[in-house]
């Protein structure tokens, strides 16, 4: 015996799929950022060029709590995070909250510097290699060598340890959710 279905389900089930697929395929939704768990294990020391040229390293923030925030001009995401970004480092300052941004463009600081100082970044820019970007999850071998997905932000505990990792662009609260937890564990 076959069973004979309503006949105003199949208008029912058809709109909710349609509604279902508009939610999720609309062009218009904000990006999101997608967290992955990071082991709490050291994060690997660094040194990179700042846009003068100087070497910045690691361990000039022992004792912060690191927002090290990888990104690209061309990088739409990207910019749009850097006014998140610099709140979130202005009302951190005295804090010992640090946001850095690592710029992985292949123009180098000429690209990069009228950039920075267009969109008023307020937090310390460095050049980021194929090499660092590998350390910090970036592809290591191959055609995309260094390439990492834009933007990537890792946080850094005042120990020196991974907290989080967040592919995507943030915002100032999901920054300030990340790390509120860290103030707690540190007084």
């Not at 990069?112 to 970007?133: H, I, N």
């Not at 933007?151 to 609260?173: E, H, M, S, W, Y």
Request: neutral net charge.
């Amino acid at each position: 015996m076959i069973a004979r279905w309503p006949r105003w389900l199949l208008p029912l089930v058809l709109a909710v799929a349609m509604a279902w697929v508009i939610e999720h395929l609309s062009a218009d939704r904000r990006s999101t950022f997608m967290r992955i768990p990071v082991g709490h294990g050291p994060a690997p020391a660094w040194t990179m060029p700042d846009l003068d040229g100087k070497p910045v390293d690691s361990t000039h923030f022992l004792g912060k709590i690191v927002v090290l925030n990888f990104w690209a001009t061309w990088c739409p995401p990207c910019r749009q995070e850097i006014p998140e970004l610099n709140a979130f480092q202005l009302s951190h300052t005295n804090d010992g909250v640090t946001v850095i941004g690592a710029s992985v463009d292949d123009g180098g600081a000429e690209a990069v510097r009228p950039f920075v100082r267009r969109m008023k970044v307020a937090y310390p820019v460095v050049l980021a290699d194929a090499l660092q970007q590998s350390h910090f999850g970036g592809a290591s071998v191959g055609p995309l060598s260094g390439g990492m997905s834009l933007p990537t932000t890792l946080v850094i505990d005042r120990q020196g340890n991974f907290v989080a990792r967040f592919l995507g662009a943030l915002t100032q609260k999901e920054l300030d959710s990340a790390i509120s937890p860290l103030f707690s564990a540190s007084h």
